[in-house]
C-alpha cells in the first residue's frame, strides 16, 4: 500500500540552526501538507503546497519557514533558525487531486535544544 | 482556520463499552468531516468521515452523527475493543482546499 515516508524519524539541533525536515508523498498526490503537533497538542496546519507553490498558510508559517517540492517526489520543509518552541511532531500529509482524504507520514520528532 | 471544539479530553471505557467523542465547529463554509485515529509514534490515520447531507454514518463498530443545524458531530465506538486505545481527532474541511482543521484530540483507554 502506497505511503508518505518522511525522513528523519527523529531529529536533535540546536537553537539558531537550520533544520530541513523530508517527506516522499505518495507519487500521484497533487496537494501537499506540513502540520505540527507539539507533545499533547492538538494537529495544526502549517502549509498546503499545489502546482509549485503555496496555496494556503497559517499563522504560524512565518518567514523562518519555508517549503520546498525539490525535484518532483521530495517535499521538504526548512526551519530556517529553530527556536525551542519549534520543537514538535512534524507530519507530512498529501492527497490526489480529486481525492478529499489528507494521508499522513509518521511523522519527524523535532528537539530544539 | 476556524476552531473545531472536541471533548472529552481522555475518556476510559470497559472492553465490550460505547466510547462517545463529541464535536462542535463554527464555520459553516465546513463540508467535509473526517474523523482521524492515531497510535503513538504513529500519524494520524483516516477512520470514518462524513458530509453535512447525512445524519449518520457507520462503518463497523464506528459510526458518525451529525447535526448542521446545531453545527455539532460525534464519533460512536461500538463494543469497543482494547486494541481501540489510541487518540482520536475530529476535524473539518471545506470542499474548496480540504485542508483539515483539526480539533484537540481524545485520548481512549479501552481496558480489558
Known amino acids: 500500500e502506497p505511503e508518505v515516508t518522511q525522513t528523519p524519524s527523529h531529529q536533535v539541533t540546536q537553537m539558531g540552526q537550520e533544520v530541513i525536515l523530508r517527506c516522499v508523498p505518495i507519487?500521484?498526490?497533487?496537494?501537499f501538507y506540513w502540520y505540527r503537533q507539539i507533545l499533547g497538542q492538538k494537529v495544526e496546519f502549517l502549509v498546503s503546497?499545489?502546482?509549485?507553490?503555496?496555496?494556503?498558510k497559517s499563522e504560524i508559517f512565518d518567514d523562518q519557514f519555508s517549503v520546498e517540492r525539490p525535484d518532483g517526489s521530495n517535499f521538504t520543509l526548512k526551519i530556517r533558525s529553530t527556536k525551542l518552541e519549534d520543537s514538535a511532531m512534524y507530519f507530512c500529509?498529501?492527497?490526489?487531486?480529486?481525492?478529499?482524504?489528507?494521508?499522513f507520514g509518521q511523522g519527524t520528532r523535532l528537539t530544539v535544544v | 482556520q476556524q476552531q473545531v471544539k472536541q471533548s472529552p479530553q481522555s475518556l476510559i471505557v470497559q472492553k465490550g463499552g460505547i466510547s462517545i467523542i463529541n464535536c462542535a465547529y463554527e464555520n459553516t463554509a465546513f463540508d467535509y468531516f473526517p474523523w482521524y485515529q492515531q497510535f503513538p509514534g504513529k500519524g494520524p490515520a483516516l477512520l470514518i468521515a462524513i458530509r453535512p447531507d447525512v445524519s449518520e454514518k457507520k462503518e463497523g463498530r464506528f459510526t458518525i452523527s451529525f447535526n448542521k443545524s446545531a453545527k455539532q458531530f460525534s464519533l460512536h465506538i461500538m463494543d469497543s475493543q482494547p486494541g481501540d486505545s489510541a487518540t482520536y481527532f475530529c476535524?473539518?474541511?471545506?470542499?474548496?482546499?480540504?485542508?483539515?482543521?483539526f480539533g484537540r484530540g481524545t485520548s481512549l483507554i479501552v481496558h480489558p
Open positions: 503546497f499545489y502546482n509549485n507553490e503555496i496555496s494556503e
Open positions: 500529509a498529501s492527497r490526489t487531486g480529486g481525492g478529499t482524504e489528507a494521508f
Open positions: 507519487s500521484n498526490h497533487l496537494y
Open positions: 476535524a473539518a474541511a471545506s470542499g474548496g482546499s480540504y485542508i483539515p482543521t
